[in-house]
């Protein structure tokens, strides 16, 4: 029998080509094609008057310059509105090049192409443009007081105002006998992926076609976009992603102006072209994420369980809103996390601001969510002098309320009900894992030591894998090679690896044999993409309902050809068997052969399915009317609902009582994302994922002046974490398989960042004694809340209401 | 009319894993870019092109040094060793290449390069680094992905696959 292989530590398939230089990613591609470069607003806000372009063409080796007066067709429109909800009364988004006004910092006013990237460098800065500076938005409390206006036409700033309710919040508010109020910030941080964007166009004349190489994560959307954009029929545009340097939600985004303008320059000028976006750009003309003002009132028992939550907050989207407000909706209603609100309101508002656009960055939203509702936790405990886990505790739902349904519309416009999942199990795994009943007894050696330590917790529920669908390919040639096709892109979540395992075992093939292709739209038109933690459970159902499609003809032409009934038969290493019988099999690659009736051999084994070759019903055709030829099939999976994972962190975490230096001793990782694929993976994703969850947390922020300028638009400012600054991370796993789909998998992507913030407020809080409701937090500014704190102990906007 | 660019092609041979090679570049042209446009040597990645995150380190002399803060013509009469130089055969993995394998070190492979030439010379010179060693080995690099912690592991493997080789 053929090992099973779900569930294994297998190593990746895709590694020996990207240890030995043999990765391809955009910029790798296309040697000899034409580079653009883009001249970019130094200004947040400004009316552009003049654009002198004529210096930049006395230089040699510059081949085009473009305005957006050299713009044509829907080229010229604005950017797509991607996901357009009824609460967003003003979306706006920008122009390819910008038309008349810019609106942050890095949007791009003029492309050039040129023989190389420092021509088209030197082109650039030949380039005078004129602007007229308007006062700048910046920040959501200038956004809010709507002084000033981004855009003209949007009063008060707000593209989107949307509220939920779920019972009666008022009248249980108004009840409840212990209420607190809480004032909340997060600050904006950024994907950051290692590798920028970048987009590389072919243009083929002859044939009218344009093959285009982006680092995208979805190349089907970024077909559609092209192709409607440039006006091509579908059929000749094909979106090719390679090798991904990672994307975190940037690359989500659609069509970025650079993949549209490239394409279409490239078609202007019969060239191939490229652009490969530098860190700079990518600081300043990509996307952000993360910040929130926060409002939350919790009225609660005096066991500290919840009876009514009223939550409002502002969300800043930036200058644009192409991806509509996914984020803050995931905000709003992943807040809940794994707890029961009593009754529950939410109202957000998505103001513009005169910033680089806000677009989902790992966690989308559901970091700022489990941040307000983990604050509020330890604030419940804190009023009612109880332990923090045993307040959580008390508000979760329960296994046996599963499946438990909020009564709220989740990001995929279905509702929010949670499928699966064990929080009692989780909690207790988590204590275990992180020694909670044991901390007060290190606390207290640590104070004999001089020490200051402090333990956090935070709790999340997490929708994974949302729809509509994704689609898998199963085809196995004469060779016994089995190809294996999904349209989602991959940016090193090892897809090559874990959906081979998949296949692997329901195609009964061995896993060297089986050969994924992603984010091909060659290979698969249909496709949505990857985000949401949804790449396994899509994808990973998908390709195991194409390997049954495969596998049920594959025994069907074997049951023909050795003469026994299909339902007697095996398939294990590639080799079809008579069950009970082994000496009686044909080869899976035979009956790929079989599959393909042919009237021309190409090789040996080919002739056994020549018309001359063996016996056959004269009455009967070739190819049955329901069949087609060749050992291949193809299926969707497309899910009700999204299913939800969860997990549970706690750190360990030491403040010097000195510098205010903040140091994670201990970080700890409960997760259950149902079944595991490949275990050595899934930690792989957590680690990381807790990675980004400590610069989150500790290190990254977006440092904007009041006029708009980014001032720390560079890793040497923008602070990425070092080996030096991550913990080691120490996980425990449940696996609470997910109902909703045959695998019983669970998305496991961005899970590792979704409580980081909260738990790392939370063990400050816990050492310092004080509430933490301001994150990122740099030493200056713990050092500086100790300070405040000696002069005036008690917060100014918080206490019971 | 163009201006004809200022542009003085300078000649440079130097020493690209273990090959003698001879091309022409400005005087502005990175290493880095010279390494992956001209001489088509795209295994070493640039992340940042100020030198902060490391994802362009390559060997020089045997010494690490990141090729976007260097000139290409500054690496004349120099030996440079870039990822493909360390092992370019899918098949025949280093120690160092193996032990990342292995250890699910890296994800999307692109800081991989850098990590893999730093931790090549410091096992050079570090052949049995403890843990703490190890990550204090990798710090100067950023990855995005794997939050480190299968790096250090990485590092510790490699130096044991080294001594099973007999490299060590």
New interface residues.
Partial sequence: MTTRQVGERV??R????????????V??LG?GALHAAFVRSPHAHARVTDVDIADA??????EAVYTWDDLDGRVAEPLPVLIPHPAMTHPRTGFCLARDEVNHVGEAVVMVVAR????AEDACGRISVAYEPLPAVVGLENARSAARLVHDDVPGNVSANLRQEVGDVDTAMASAPNRLTLDLEIERSAC????GKGVYARWDADDGSLRLYSSTQTSTGVRAAVAAKLGMPLAKVEVVTP????G?GVKIVHPWPEEVLVPWAARRLGRDVKWTE??REHFVSSAHERGQLQEVEVGFDDDGRLLALDVRFWHDNGAYTPYGIIVPIITATQLLGPYKPGSYRVEFWSMYTNTVLVTPYRGAGRPQGCYAMERTMDAIAAHLGLDRAEVRSRNFIQPDEMPYDHGLMFQDGRPLKYDSGDFPASLAKLKALVGWDDFAAYREQAAREGRRVGLGIGCYVEGTGVGPYEGGHVQVETSGRVNVATGLTT????HQTVLAQIVADELGVRLEDVHVTTGDTRRMAYAVGTFASRGAVMSGNAVALAAKVVREKALRIAADALEVSADDLEIADGVISVKGAPGTSIDLRTVAVLSNPLRYAFDASAAAATQFAGTFDPDKPPVADDDEPGLEGQDFYSPTQATFANGMHAAVVETDPVTAEIRILRYCVVHDCGVMVNP??V??QV??????GVGGALYERMVYDEGGQLLNA???DFL?P???E?P??ETDHLETPSPLNPLGLKGAGEA?TIPVSAVIASAIEDAEGFPIRSMPISPAELWELRRTRATDPVPAQEGPS | MSEQSAEQQLPITLRVNGVHRSASAPARRLLSDFLRHDLGLTGTHVGCEHGVCGACTVLVDGEPARACLMFAVTAQAHDITTIEGIGHDPAALSPVQQAFAESHALQCGFCTPGFITTITAYLDEHPDPTAEEAREAISGNLCRCTGYQNIVTAVLRAAEIRRERGLA
């Fill in positions: 190593q990746r895709e590694d020996p080509r990207l240890l030995t230089g043999n990765g391809r990613y910029d790798d040697r063409w006395e230089l040699d080796g510059v190389d990237r420092y021509v950051m992926p290692m590798e090798d991904v340097g990672g975190f530098d860190r940016q090193g979540q090892g050595m993976i930690e792989g680690h990381g994922g807790v990675a980004q560079s890793f040497m990425v070092y080996a030096s991550v080691h991370v590792g």
